[in-house]
């Protein structure tokens, strides 16, 4: 990572990316959560950082 010129990057911020982009390309809580081993929504939706533009531009597309 040190090439790229990211500094105190960590396998758990990864994490928090891919379940947000699961989200985003329209996946329901019980697909992201079997993808991401959580069991409840409550500890799932720490992880989620969604972004409304890209919301928006999914619900225009359908």
Not at 15 to 37: K, N, P, T
Not at 44 to 56: D, I, M
Request: charged letters at 30%; proline letters at 2%; hydrophobic letters at 35%.
């Amino acid at each position: 990572m040190r090439l790229l010129g990211i500094v105190n990057l960590h396998f758990h911020d990864l994490r928090h990316e891919g379940i947000s982009r699961l989200f985003e390309r329209g996946y329901q809580i019980q697909e992201v959560a079997m993808v991401s081993g959580h069991r409840d929504w409550k500890s799932l939706k720490r992880y989620v950082n969604l972004k409304p533009g890209e919301l928006a531009k999914r619900d225009r597309a359908r």
